[in-house]
């Protein structure tokens, strides 16, 4: 499981997935982003993510993006997480 700093982040790396509530989102969407909530994500994860692609979660303060990424990791998905500082 990769971790990065959103400034090293390139599209070319994988798909970028916000992970915040929509209301967050929308208040601090993370350019480049797509929005799936974290609970949303946490268990729809098999109708959601496709094993074959990368996907980097972001959340505003790095604990919950760090935390699905470990749990994705575990399942077999290429993930990491971004730090946003």
């Not at 997935?17 to 209301?23: A, H, Q, R």
């Given at each position: 499981m990769e971790r990065i700093y959103l400034k090293d982040y390139h599209a070319s790396m994988g798909i970028l997935v916000d992970i915040s509530d929509p209301e967050d989102?929308?208040?601090n969407k993370?350019?480049?982003s797509i929005n799936i909530p974290y609970n949303k994500l946490l268990y729809h994860h098999r109708e959601l993510l496709n094993?074959?692609?990368?996907y980097y979660f972001c959340c505003l303060k790095g604990v919950k993006s760090k935390k699905i990424a470990g749990i994705l990791d575990a399942y077999g998905y290429n993930v990491g997480?971004?730090?946003?500082e």
């Amino acid at each position: 499981m990769e971790r990065i700093y959103l400034k090293d982040y390139h599209a070319s790396m994988g798909i970028l997935v916000d992970i915040s509530d929509p209301e967050d989102y929308h208040d601090n969407k993370t350019i480049g982003s797509i929005n799936i909530p974290y609970n949303k994500l946490l268990y729809h994860h098999r109708e959601l993510l496709n094993k074959d692609n990368k996907y980097y979660f972001c959340c505003l303060k790095g604990v919950k993006s760090k935390k699905i990424a470990g749990i994705l990791d575990a399942y077999g998905y290429n993930v990491g997480y971004i730090l946003k500082e």
